[in-house]
């Protein structure tokens, strides 16, 4: 599964995941992590793109496994 995380604009940061189990967690846990992008291929969902606060970038570091590029 791919994980990344950068820099999007003052005060957040961007990320991508195509692992189901993280997608479900922040879907559950973290309400402010907005959606920035869903990208499907033949109908059926590979990845999700994330807005997020530059406040939580440890906790997304630790969510995602991948540090801030």
């Keep these: 599964m791919q994980n990344e995380l950068w820099k999007l604009e003052s005060g957040w940061i ?5 692992d189901r189990d993280v997608i479900r967690n922040i879907k559950r846990s973290n309400k ?5 992008c869903d990208y499907f291929h033949r109908g059926k969902l590979i990845g ?22």
């Design 14 to 18: 961007a990320a991508y995941t195509e």
């Design 32 to 36: 402010n992590w907005r959606i920035m």
């Design 48 to 69: 999700v793109q994330f807005k997020i606060p530059m406040e939580d970038r440890r906790q997304a570091e630790r969510r995602f496994g991948v540090k801030l590029s």
